[in-house]
């Protein structure tokens, strides 16, 4: 299996980095191929514009998406950019290690999206949702938060997870095709002990033995 793992958090030593290191450990010790894009060791600048291309298809004005579907025409992706799209051409699983952030991704990592995810390439002319570019794909969000997982239920002051998770589920990584398995979330790590900690990456590096035999889940549509 050829697996994707794309991680941003400011610090390497934090229980995300744990957990980038636990899946990347585990799937290349079990055999598979892995490719990285670690974000913040990168610099990976989340700001798009006209350094997204070597191309130009308008001078006047700055429309992105005629940008990347003039690119996608005659390969005008940057370097930076190009590559990890080809990353993703290249994974048969990809998964997201991130901090939950204000109900959504880290700006760097919802920048590598907006950047990366371009018209022509990764979507469009409907390929889109189960026409997606890269449906027989998979993906996985694996995330921590801040708060205790009863502040994450239905009723709860934080709301559903599965809701919070959608947009991210649905509107970005099953809008361009890919199947989406059930997320794996780590509810405060900052509270546990270093024993609850240990015993969670144990847990996650189990469960990514198994994973190549699981099913995607129903994200909804609403």
């Known amino acids: 299996m050829k697996v994707l793992v794309v991680y941003w958090h400011p610090e390497s030593q934090s229980f995300n980095g744990a957990m980038f290191r636990t899946a990347c450990e585990m799937f290349a010790e079990a055999g598979h191929e892995v490719k990285t894009s670690d974000l913040h060791e990168m610099h990976f600048n989340p700001v798009s514009g006209r350094g997204n291309f070597t191309t130009v298809k308008d001078p006047n004005y700055f429309k992105q998406q005629l940008e990347e579907l003039y690119s996608t025409e005659i390969g005008g992706f940057s370097a930076e950019i190009a590559s990890e799209m080809e990353k993703i051409e290249w994974c048969d699983l990809m998964i997201w290690q991130f901090p939950l952030w204000w109900f959504g991704l880290p700006a760097v990592l919802k920048g590598w999206v907006d950047r990366v995810f371009a018209m022509g390439r990764i979507y469009g002319g409907g390929q889109i949702y189960a026409g997606g570019v890269f449906r027989g794909k998979r993906a996985l969000l694996s995330l921590t938060t801040g708060g205790p997982e009863e502040a994450y239920r239905k009723g709860a002051f934080n709301g559903d997870i599965a809701g919070i998770l ?41 469960r990514l033995q198994r994973i190549a035999h699981e099913s995607p889940i129903d994200v909804g549509i609403y």
């Open 166 to 206: 959608r947009p991210i589920h649905r509107g970005m990584l099953q809008f361009v095709g890919f199947d989406i398995l059930a997320p794996q979330i780590v509810y405060g790590p900052v509270r546990m002990t270093d024993e609850q900690r240990k015993q969670q990456l144990t847990t996650y590096a189990e």
